[in-house]
């Protein structure tokens, strides 16, 4: 049995614990666990968490932050869950959520979860980010953890929609779009609806949702971020797999925390089928072959915090020497 694991990320007082609750009153029963994390010694969300919901395990993390003194701390929690839920009720969890602190970068947290006694379970990975309608597009400007946090995220949720009109929806909505063309945007004003949508999505990638895996919906707002770029790239001729996967390491290894997000349909010399890679951060999941699809060309779309689109090209162009 796969284990889901939601990581909820989006700044300090975007709407995160909100939108938990609210998924735990509506579509839990007793099978989800509640990781809540916050940098300050005061844990407010556990607690509001907790006395929102008693019908699944909340286990609050220690102060400090997720993706730097807390990563080993993040796997022995989550065994710890499944142990005392399996002992206490005989239930077993089948989804953990993990709420991040509004500052945590989501890369180095999936990079902690690759852990090879969790990777046994089989693990679905879904990152999911809040971005407040008022003030979320200051916030991803101001900080490079915000954008990181969007650029990560499969799914997007806009929240305090109530608080703002229509026009500045469709603005925050661009803005999400755009700095993170991967992600699907969600703008649903009835939260309910809103959070089944967020934490039931899935990341796997069949030729169905191949349009939404590469959402390239033409952004309106350029530039989004000062910091944060999109590039994407397609080729045509077929690619050497061992050579690609020594490259995308390469590739990854060079641009280390640099690079926020990529994906990739690799068009591979004697395979019927494309296979997808995909990482957050620079850590990659494993291939996947994408059944049935229609295209022919190999397709790459990377997010990149501080990297000159010449730089970019320079280390790109090296997946030259690895064309058949
Ligand atoms: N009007 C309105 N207020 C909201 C909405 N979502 C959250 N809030 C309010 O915004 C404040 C922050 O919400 P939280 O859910 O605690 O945000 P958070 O991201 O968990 O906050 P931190 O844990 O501090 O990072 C609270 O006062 C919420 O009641 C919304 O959709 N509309």
Redesign the pocket.
């Known amino acids: 049995m796969a284990l889901d694991i939601v990581v909820l990320s989006?700044?300090?007082?975007?709407?995160?614990?909100?939108?938990l609750i609210e998924w735990l009153r509506n579509y839990s029963d007793g099978n989800v666990g509640v990781i809540v994390n916050?940098v300050g010694d005061i844990d407010i969300?556990g607690e509001t968490v907790l006395s929102a919901d008693n019908s699944n395990p909340v286990t609050k993390l220690p102060s400090g932050c997720l993706c730097c003194s807390l990563r080993d701390s993040l796997v022995d929690t989550i065994f710890s869950l499944l142990r005392t839920q399996s002992e206490n009720q005989g239930k077993t969890l089948d989804r953990i959520i993990i709420?991040t602190?509004?500052l945590s970068l989501p890369g180095p947290i999936v990079a902690s979860l690759a852990d090879r006694e969790l990777l046994e379970l089989g693990l679905n990975i879904h990152i999911v980010s809040?971005l407040d309608c008022v003030n979320g597009i200051k916030n991803a400007q101001a900080s490079d953890e915000v954008a990181a946090q969007l650029v990560a995220a499969q799914r997007i949720v806009l929240?305090?929609?109530?608080?703002v009109d229509a026009a500045r929806i469709g603005q925050v909505g661009q803005y999400a779009a755009a700095i993170n063309p991967m992600a699907r945007v969600i703008s649903e004003p009835d939260?309910t609806a809103a959070v089944k949508e967020a934490f039931f999505g899935g990341i796997g990638v069949t030729r169905q949702n191949l349009h939404e895996f590469f959402f390239f919906d033409k952004p309106t707002a350029r530039n989004p971020h000062p910091n944060v770029k999109v590039y994407t790239r397609t080729l045509a001729a077929p690619l050497d797999w061992d050579a690609v996967a020594r490259w995308l390491d390469d590739f990854g290894f060079y641009f280390g925390e640099r690079l926020l997000r990529s994906k990739c349909i690799l068009q591979l010399a004697g395979q019927a089928d494309p296979v997808v890679m995909q990482s957050v951060g620079h850590v990659y999941s494993q291939p996947m072959v994408l059944k049935g699809s229609q295209s022919a060309d190999s397709q790459f779309v990377f997010i990149f915090r501080d990297v000159p689109e010449e730089e970019f090209e320079t280390l790109f162009r090296q997946i030259d020497a690895v064309r058949i």
Do not use: V, Y
């Open positions: 989006g700044f300090l007082g975007s709407g995160k614990t909100t939108l916050e969300d709420e602190s509004g809040a929240t305090k929609l109530d608080r939260k």
